[in-house]
């Protein structure tokens, strides 16, 4: 009697050759297979999918356009040129950097700038 593989484990695999043949072997990686399906199509394939319109988004960028760094400054383009692999953003009145396109995280829809962008002043009680 051999310690590594118990006798009902030999019996089953000797009559394993049934009407399902060698299925019921590799019943135990289904449900592991399973998960990883759900997995990729409710995770990874959507965010492959973003990166890859984001990509696309950030390689179309002219100037004027409105972005958002990944250290979340706000700045309008003001030079890009195809290619390059930074821009020149303007990220207040006469204030003007370079950054990398890899950086930005997002492009922001137009919005209206209105014409004093001051904090409105707490009323005293």
Not at 6 to 29: E, N
Not at 108 to 115: E, F, G
Request: charge should be positive; aromatic fraction near 6%; hydrophobic fraction near 45%.
């Amino acid at each position: 009697m051999s310690l590594l593989i118990p006798p009902a484990f030999a019996q089953d695999a000797a009559q394993a050759t049934g009407p399902l043949g060698g299925l019921t072997q590799y019943a135990g990686i289904l449900p592991f297979i399973l998960v990883f399906g759900v997995f990729y199509f409710l995770l990874m394939r959507p965010q492959q999918q973003r990166q890859k319109q984001l990509k696309a988004t950030v390689a179309a960028l002219k100037r004027g356009d409105r972005i958002v760094t990944a250290g979340g400054i706000l700045g309008t383009v003001q030079r890009a040129r195809d290619g390059a692999s930074e821009i020149e953003i303007e990220i207040a009145t006469g204030v003007r950097v370079m950054v990398l396109r890899d950086t930005i995280s997002s492009v922001v829809a137009d919005m209206p700038v209105a014409a004093n962008d001051s904090v409105p002043e707490r009323k005293k009680s």
